[in-house]
């Protein structure tokens, strides 16, 4: 499955987009998980103390963020599934 990144968080996953084999009926949440585990740098940007997602970074599942999906984070990916990831923002 490929997976976009945007602005700051590009570097740490060394480009654009990172293209992560994942098992079927895989959730967003194992998709976050997988690529930490590929790049680790982006670990602490991507997952909180407690392994969640932290309320700031946005998943977009065929542009859809992923807390407002009906199973959130535990929501499962399709093959065709279009993932972008955002750092979270700050500023007025």
Request: proline content about 9%; glycine content about 10%; overall charge negative.
């Amino acid at each position: 499955m490929q997976v976009r990144f945007y602005a700051t968080l590009r570097p740490l996953a060394g480009g654009r987009s990172l293209e992560i084999a994942l098992p079927e009926a895989a959730t967003i949440q194992a998709l976050v998980e997988a690529v930490v585990t590929q790049h680790p740098a982006l670990g602490e940007v991507l997952l909180d103390p407690h392994g969640a997602v932290p309320r700031g970074v946005q998943v977009f599942v065929n542009g859809r963020g992923a807390p407002y999906l009906p199973k959130g984070y535990a929501t499962q990916l399709v093959e065709n599934d279009c993932i972008d990831i955002f750092p979270a923002v700050a500023g007025g």
